[in-house]
């Protein structure tokens, strides 16, 4: 947990909530004060004096003693420990409680912080933590200890990670406390080696950044941000920094004259409400500045409307597009719908007659707290409603659909490795979508994800059963890429026996599934190989295919013999072969033969990596089931017109997709058995006929 420096690793100034903190905080002063040691019992020690008042800036009513009781056996026990800047180690558990006490913390979790390097580098043990604070600490403690590089070896970091991700499950002041001390450690980065600054600050992008902003803890956020741009991107921070510098000793802002404009705007409303400027952080000016190119002197910063009620930031947004040239596109509604990690506002953007543009924020004073500290900012989440209640909170805000999803898929990563590039995949997804299911229930997936997701999202491992799926009530392929707002109903077959399609893996955009596939594949090789020969065989005999009882005389002239009676025959679904088609077949595992057309692609693959072919012929029984291809212009009751057409001739339809419309057009798959593969032709000509239908062919493999 420990890092060994205090240099910032930052050049120049940094803007925000970060400023302030550094401001409050002297390191140097706490040096001293720690080597001091404790104060007498009925009296605050310095070195937590400063912690004690920015807590009962949030919490006037907090018991202090606890506080100086868990200082007293930190410092104690840090005593004679030093990082590498020469400061006492004592500094840096304190730095790391101010932070979560200036986001508005509870008692339990600054505790928690103060003692959350005592077990992992002293003497302290866990269960001295419980005896002394209680089981709340000793699990925060438990769930931010880093495992040892002795047991784990290589393992130890991604092992630590979900340890840490597991206890968050359960308690998700856990990662508050991870954030805050990676945050520390990031700002006293400077002294390392440059290659292991690299290193933590690759850690602190792909893994430390997303979670904080999933948590929304976005002050944290956006200082982890520009850390880790300053290490890894030196040159284009130095850049965005001069422009940062540059633009703050203009003469004018522009900025500030819309601010205002506004303040003007409200006061003649009698809209009591609060203006601020909110200048962009780092990282953020170089996005503004990739994206717009030259940038003018708006562009540095926000405008910040706060205001008591929820109703009231409507008034301020009707205002401002009543009096002011609003930018309608920039307008978005996060207090109607709130994102994923608890952030509520209204974004616009207002217009000078210049061509100076304004971002502006709206929202109370309460979703700016949570906006800035997010799940920090709930205080205690697990204190019963009698208990502080906090305004604004939301059922369980503190276990979301996407740590759910993270916490079930982790279980069956098979390995550390797996689970750490997993791990950084998943939470690159940045937005995450609401699905509902007919039974009114809904299901959080992110952005991007498809039916595939959705059905191992429900049913996990059952999964492997589903069928097809409709989307607000129309038939779609599972590969269908959902959006905000679906409706999903997920058609699941009955056959216990059923195996999921190596093809999903290519639609499947959540862990979850791609963990739950890839299990199945691996467990279950002769599906792999039967997949890859067969694409997706027919799973019973066909009916009438036979081996040949004479030899078969292959391209080239080598006679190959008829040498294997009695096997199981099955017809290959890339292909789907029915009399009188000149048929091929190939032994596959478990004593099977698959059967295919002779100008299937899948035989030229086969016979090219030299698979032995089998000799098959038709035999008496003249019934077969075919796939057939449908392409037609969409209308009303295209559907019905055609299913009832296929069923005047005698097709029974076994399974049938229909893909969403394209551009007017519909692509129609149908799997029929017929009692007589003679009437296969008359079936295709019938359905041409339907109005509408274009097209009606076989299944081909790609390249057939």
């Not at 058995?673 to 006929?689: G, W």
Request: hydrophobic fraction near 40%.
């Amino acid at each position: 947990m420990s890092a060994e420096a205090t240099n910032p690793a930052t050049p120049g100034p940094v803007t925000g909530p970060a400023a302030r903190w550094r401001a409050r905080i002297d390191l140097r002063r706490l040096g001293r004060a720690a080597l001091l040691g404790p104060a007498a019992r009925d009296r605050l020690p310095d070195a937590i004096s400063h912690v004690v008042e920015a807590h009962r800036a949030h919490h006037p009513d907090a018991d202090r003693e606890i506080l100086r009781r868990a200082y007293v056996l930190a410092e104690s026990s840090h005593r004679g420990q030093m990082r590498k800047s020469g400061e006492p180690y004592i500094t840096h558990p304190l730095a790391v409680t101010l932070i979560l006490a200036e986001l508005g913390a509870e008692t339990t979790t600054l505790t928690a912080s103060l003692l959350h390097d005592t077990v992992e580098d002293t003497d302290v043990t866990l269960d001295q933590v419980g005896e002394q604070f209680g089981a709340e600490v000793r699990y925060l403690v438990d769930g931010v200890t880093k495992l040892e590089k002795v047991d784990y070896g290589a393992a130890a970091e991604p092992e630590t990670f979900r340890k840490m991700l597991v206890a968050t499950g359960s308690d998700v002041r856990v990662m508050s406390i991870k954030l805050a001390d990676r945050l520390h450690n990031m700002r006293t980065l400077g002294v390392m080696r440059p290659e292991k600054q690299a290193r933590i600050a690759k850690v602190t992008r792909d893994v430390l950044i997303p979670l904080a902003e999933r948590l929304g803890v976005q002050a944290l956020k956006t200082e982890l941000e520009d850390l880790v741009f300053a290490i890894l991107h030196p040159e284009e921070y130095e850049h965005t920094r001069e422009l940062i510098v540059d633009n703050a000793s203009r003469a004018d802002d522009p900025l500030a004259e819309i601010a205002d404009e506004v303040r003007g705007v409200l006061r003649d409303a009698d809209i009591q409400a609060e203006v601020v400027i909110r200048p962009r952080h780092f990282v953020s000016v170089h996005r503004v500045a990739r994206k717009r190119g030259q940038l003018r002197g708006a562009d540095f910063g926000r405008l910040l409307v706060l205001v008591n009620e929820d109703a009231d930031c409507y008034g301020v947004l009707g205002e401002l597009h009543t009096c002011l040239t609003p930018v309608v596109s920039e307008f978005k509604d996060f207090i109607a719908v709130p994102k994923f990690n608890l952030y509520q506002s209204l974004h616009t953007a207002v217009a000078r007659g210049d061509g100076q543009v304004a971002e502006v924020l709206i929202r109370t004073h309460q979703m700016h707290k949570v906006a800035e500290a997010g799940v920090i900012a709930l205080g205690n989440p697990y204190a019963p409603p009698s208990e502080e209640p906090v305004d604004g909170e939301r059922e369980d805000p503190t276990r979301p659909g996407w740590l759910s999803r993270l916490l079930d898929w982790q279980e069956a990563a098979p390995d550390p490795d797996t689970f750490w590039s997993t791990l950084r995949e998943d939470l690159a997804q940045d937005r995450e979508i609401t699905v509902f299911r007919p039974d009114g229930g809904t299901l959080g997936l992110p952005e991007g994800a498809t039916c595939v997701d959705a059905a191992y999202a429900q049913y996990g491992e059952d999964a492997h059963a589903c069928i097809g799926a409709r989307v607000n009530g129309r038939l779609a392929t599972l590969s269908t890429v959902l959006r905000d707002g679906d409706t999903v109903q997920l058609l699941m077959g009955q056959d216990p026996a059923s195996e999921p399609s190596r093809e999903w893996l290519e639609h499947a955009h959540t862990p979850a599934a791609r963990i739950a596939i890839q299990r199945w594949i691996a467990t279950h090789p002769s599906h792999e190989e039967r997949h890859e020969e067969t694409r997706e065989a027919a799973p019973r005999s066909a009916a009438g295919a036979q081996f040949a009882d004479g030899p078969l005389v292959r391209p080239g002239g080598a006679d190959l013999l008829v040498d294997q009676p009695g096997a199981t025959v099955r017809l290959a679904g890339c292909c789907t072969p029915v009399p009188p088609d000149d048929i091929t077949g190939f032994a596959v595992r478990g004593g099977a033969v698959t059967v295919h057309r002779v100008g299937c692609a899948a035989v030229a693959r086969m016979k090219d990596s030299g698979r032995t072919e089998v000799g098959v012929r038709w035999g008496d029984t003249t019934q077969c089931r075919v796939t057939l291809f449908a392409e037609s212009f969409g209308r009303p009751h295209l559907l019905a017109d055609l299913t009832e057409a296929m069923a005047l001739e005698g097709a029974e339809i076994v399974s049938a997709t229909v893909e969403p419309p394209s551009q007017q057009r519909v692509r129609h798959t149908y799997t029929v058995q017929l009692p007589d593969a003679a009437l296969l032709p008359a079936l295709m000509r019938a359905m041409r006929n339907v109005p509408g239908v274009y097209d009606v062919s076989r299944a081909q493999t790609p390249g057939a």
